[in-house]
Every structure is written in C-alpha cells, then in structure tokens.
C-alpha cells in the first residue's frame, strides 16, 4: 500500500512509479491510499502503508529513512486581469502593496517562514492574510480568480491554475516544496519494497538525494 498526498498529483511522480512497479512485479498486488503527509509516518508504524509520497519533512527519526525527489518552486498566482498577468515573471518589488491570502502557518512552517523571509530580505513586509476556513487549493483559487488577492501555489500546479488564473515565477522568491518519499529502515530488506524505492529514485535520478529527517 502506497500512500500519497493529494497535491504530489501535479508532479506525475506516483504514476509513473505505479506503471514501473507494476511491469516490473506483475505478482504483486499494489494500492494507493489518500494520506496527508503528516499522517505518513503514523501510516508506517501501524502497517496502513509500506511508503509515502508528499512533502512534509517529519522530526527526525532514527526508524525511519527520507529520500527528497524534487523542488516544486512556489510561485504567485493573479486574477488573470491583474495589472501584473501580462508579465513573463515577477520580482519581489513588483508585490509591493499586494494583498496577499493563505493559509495559517501550522500547516506547513517551513515555506511560510522562507516566503516572510524572502520579502523581508527585499526590504518589504508581505501583506497577509491568513485563512482558516480555506482548505483546499480550489478553495484558495476561488478567492484569487475573484479579486479578493494574491496567493502563492507550487509552480506544478499552472496547468490547473490557468483555468480561473494566472501564475508567475517571481525570479527572487527561490522556495520551493519538497517532494520526498518516506519508509521504515527496517523494511529496506524486504524485497518488494526495495524495489520499489528503487524505481521510485530512478524516476527523479540526479535530483534525489538520501538522508534521514532532519525536520521542516
């Protein structure tokens, strides 16, 4: 059983290691399960899935092994007749003024406090506004293609967002997402699953790189 995050869809990453495995082991039977990234190494230890696939780092473990497969880089997304849509790209000074939606902090600390870094380094204070309610990316799409304001989504997701709105690379905001892949140390001799973290390196070969939790 695999588990996944909704959003690593945009990535085409669980397909592709899904078809390999398969032609590789047509034996073995192989599901995936719908779980937050958060939720994964609770997954593990409980036996509901032998590996996951999303982007939060979890507290380092000394059972548990982490392998990061790919920057999806952050990006801002406009109403499509915004002052800015037409632009190829961004920089931060363009933003100046902008009013800003997402969602609170709790939910993933990490990129939140790179992203209030990244404006302060350029001598500007993000206008933010937290929201709750908003659970989801169409959610937070909805507000944007509305008017409402500005929010920031994993460049992966343009093909989507272009539907209700537009997103821009802004050159001087380098943070990204994490896309890893998480299991058991003590599962690595098992035959199946080796091979599956195998496949699952090679499809992101160059960019992986091994290491345990060290945290978001």
């Known amino acids: 059983m695999l588990g996944f995050e909704g959003g690593l869809a945009f990535s085409g990453l669980l397909p592709k290691v899904v078809r390999t495995f398969r032609a590789r082991h047509p034996r073995a039977e192989v599901r995936i399960l719908p779980v937050e990234s ?33 920057r999806d880089r952050l990006g801002v997304v406009l109403p499509k007749r915004h002052r800015l849509a037409a632009r190829r790209t961004l920089r931060i000074a363009d933003l100046k003024g902008e009013r800003f939606i ?22 500007q204070t993000l206008q933010l506004e937290t929201v709750q309610e908003a659970e989801d990316g169409e959610a937070f799409l909805t507000v944007v293609a509305s008017g409402e304001g500005l929010s920031f ?17 802004v050159r001087d905001l380098d943070v990204a997402f994490l896309g890893r892949s998480v299991w058991l140390a ?20 160059g960019r992986a790189h091994p290491r345990s939790f060290s945290g978001r």
Do not use: M
Request: a negative charge.
């Open 38 to 70: 958060e939720d994964q190494v609770a997954a593990l230890q409980d036996g509901t899935i032998s590996v996951g696939y999303g982007y939060h780092l979890p507290e380092k473990d000394p059972l548990v092994r982490c392998r990061v497969l790919f």
């Open 102 to 123: 997402w969602g609170p902090r709790d939910r993933n600390p990490r990129i939140f406090d790179a992203v209030i870094s990244a404006f302060r380094a350029q001598g």
């Open 153 to 169: 989504f994993a460049e992966s997701t343009a093909a989507i967002i272009r539907i209700a709105a537009v997103l821009k690379r």
């Open 186 to 205: 003590a599962d690595e001799t098992d035959p199946l699953i080796s091979s599956l973290l195998e496949i699952t390196n090679s499809a992101h070969s």
